[in-house]
C-alpha cells in the first residue's frame, strides 16, 4: 500500500487498528455465542480440531473443522476477486472490505431473524459460524494482500513478542526502530484486545445485534477510508498496493 509519509501511514495504522477490532470482536461473539468456535483465528480452531482428534471431552471435531473448511474457502474467495482485479487495474481494497461487512451483517440479520436478539439453536449456530469464518478468510486474504508491517489484524504473536522487545529501550537496536513501526505493533495487541472485549459486550445484546453492530462499525471504517484522497493509490499499482 504506498501512502503520503508522515500523517498518511499514521492514518493506514489508525484503518488497521479498527480492522483488527473487528476480526477480534467478530471472534468473541464467534466463540462465546456461537458454540466454542473460532471465525478468524485459524490456530485456535487447529488446536481445537487436535483436541477433538484425541478424544478430550466437550471438544467437538465437526465445527472447529467447518470453521476452517469455510476460512480456507474465504481466502480462495478473496484471491480469485484480488487477483482478478490486480490484472485490470482497478481498485479493490474498499470493494473488498465492504463485501466483507455486508458478510458480517448478513450473518447477525440472519440470527436476529431466526431467534430474534437471543441465541440461535444448534442448527443455526451450524450456518452462521461457517459463514462469519468465509468473511474471515476473506478479511485474511485482505489483510495478506495490503503487506502493512507488523499488522496482520487476525495473529499477534509476532506482534507482541517484537512489542514487548521494544521496551528494551537501552538496546541500540531497540532505540533505532521507527516510533510508527512500534505503534503498529501495539496496536496490534491492543486491536485484538480491545475486539475482544467489544465482542463480549456486545453479545450481552445477543449475538445477531452484536454483529449487526460490528459490520455497522466497519462500514463506517471503510467509509471514512474511501473519502481520504492522500490514503488512495493510482489505479493499476503493483499487486501489493490497495485502492
Not at 503520503?4 to 499514521?10: D, K, L, N, Q, V
Not at 482497478?90 to 436478539?117: H, K, N, P, Q, Y
Request: include cysteine; proline fraction near 5%; hydrophobic fraction near 55%.
Amino acid at each position: 500500500m504506498r501512502v503520503a509519509p508522515g500523517r498518511g501511514e499514521a492514518l493506514i495504522a489508525g484503518v488497521m487498528f479498527a480492522l483488527t477490532m473487528v476480526a477480534g470482536a467478530v471472534d468473541a461473539i464467534t466463540y462465546l455465542g456461537l458454540g466454542h468456535v473460532f471465525a478468524a483465528l485459524a490456530t485456535g480452531n487447529v488446536l481445537l480440531l487436535g483436541f477433538g482428534v484425541a478424544g478430550t471431552a466437550g471438544t467437538p471435531l465437526a465445527a472447529p473443522a467447518a470453521a476452517l473448511g469455510a476460512f480456507t474457502a474465504g481466502v480462495l474467495l478473496a484471491d480469485r476477486v484480488i487477483v482478478g482485479r490486480l490484472r485490470e487495474g482497478r481498485r479493490w481494497f474498499v470493494s473488498m472490505l465492504g463485501t466483507e461487512a455486508a458478510l458480517i451483517a448478513a450473518a447477525g440479520a440472519c440470527t436476529i431473524a431466526a431467534d430474534g436478539a437471543e441465541r440461535l439453536p444448534t442448527h443455526g449456530v451450524g450456518l452462521l459460524v461457517p459463514v462469519l469464518a468465509v468473511a474471515m478468510g476473506w478479511h485474511s486474504r485482505i489483510m495478506d494482500q495490503a503487506r502493512i508491517p507488523d499488522m496482520p489484524t487476525t495473529v499477534l504473536q509476532t506482534a507482541l513478542v517484537k512489542a514487548i522487545v521494544d521496551t528494551l529501550a537501552f538496546r541500540p537496536a531497540v532505540r533505532a526502530v521507527p516510533r510508527l513501526t512500534r505503534m503498529r505493533r501495539v496496536a496490534t495487541v491492543a486491536g485484538i484486545l480491545l475486539g475482544g472485549i467489544g465482542g463480549a459486550l456486545l453479545l450481552r445484546l445477543g449475538a445477531g445485534p452484536g454483529l449487526l453492530a460490528v459490520a455497522g462499525f466497519e462500514a463506517a471504517v471503510v467509509a471514512l477510508y474511501s473519502r481520504a484522497p492522500r490514503l488512495r493509490p493510482a489505479d493499476g499499482d503493483a499487486p501489493a498496493a490497495t485502492g
